[in-house]
């Protein structure tokens, strides 16, 4: 089942712009984890957040978590247009046994040089 | 260099073929992972194994089965290929998060993309 939404859809955004998406999910987690494709091309993990952080910086990404509002945000700061991909996140739900990684639909970004 | 390798980047079958995908990992990880990706669906997992011989289904596992001989090998079989399954799919592994039973960092494979005439 779908847990993770992310929003919005398709971003198109200037090289140097920053560039922001959001996840929603609906049931408790012990992780949200960010990833991203470039075309035709496997998944490549970005970050990891636990339920008990609030706020985590890679390089020039930055995701927050708000477990009271079930949602997530990535920023990534300054986009190059290599930073085109979609972009999708993953909760590892709570529970014993919880090995799956539920993703998302994605969001599809364009940074245009 | 962590590597998830799949045998095959593109196929191309007929109706009613059986079909392997294989997917070998060199990172001595325990859960390994197949998912179906399709345009608006997202990715949708079929199938996960948490040890050799074991597995689990995930939310469309109909029309697909997997088999773990050996603990780096996760090979999904589509018994009797349908056009609706054609599909990008992906093979994925893990080691379980430290101290918890649920998932860490997953490490994907290229892809194999199926057309099913």
């Known amino acids: 089942s779908q847990q993770g939404e992310e929003d919005p859809q398709a971003l198109s955004i200037q090289e140097g712009e920053n560039a922001t998406m959001n996840c929603s999910y609906k049931?408790?987690?012990?992780?949200l984890q960010w990833y991203r494709q470039n075309s035709g091309r496997g998944l490549v993990h970005l970050i990891l957040?636990?339920?008990?952080?609030r706020e985590k910086h890679s390089g020039r990404l930055r995701v927050t978590l708000d477990t009271s509002k079930k949602s997530s945000s990535l920023l990534i700061t300054a986009s190059r247009a290599a930073d085109t991909a979609s972009y999708f996140c993953a909760t590892s739900p709570t529970g014993a046994g919880s090995y799956q990684l539920t993703f998302g639909k994605g969001t599809k970004l364009s940074v245009i040089p | 260099d962590v590597k998830v390798t799949q045998s095959s980047r593109y196929l191309v079958k007929r109706t009613g073929e059986k079909v392997f995908l294989e997917c070998v990992q060199d990172m001595d990880h325990e859960n390994m992972f197949w998912y179906r990706q399709d345009p608006g669906l997202g990715l949708r997992l079929i199938y996960f194994s948490y040890d050799v011989k074991m597995k689990e289904k995930g939310d469309i596992p109909e029309g697909y089965s997997v088999s773990r001989e050996k603990k780096e090998r996760f090979s999904l079989i589509l018994e009797s290929a349908s056009t609706n399954q054609t599909s990008m799919y992906l093979c994925?592994?893990?080691?379980?998060?430290?101290?918890?039973?649920?998932?860490?960092?997953?490490?994907f494979g290229e892809g194999s993309r199926l057309t099913v005439l």
């Open positions: 049931t408790s987690i012990n992780n």
């Open positions: 957040i636990r339920s008990n952080e």
């Open positions: 994925a592994s893990t080691y379980p998060a430290p101290g918890q039973l649920n998932t860490g960092e997953l490490f």
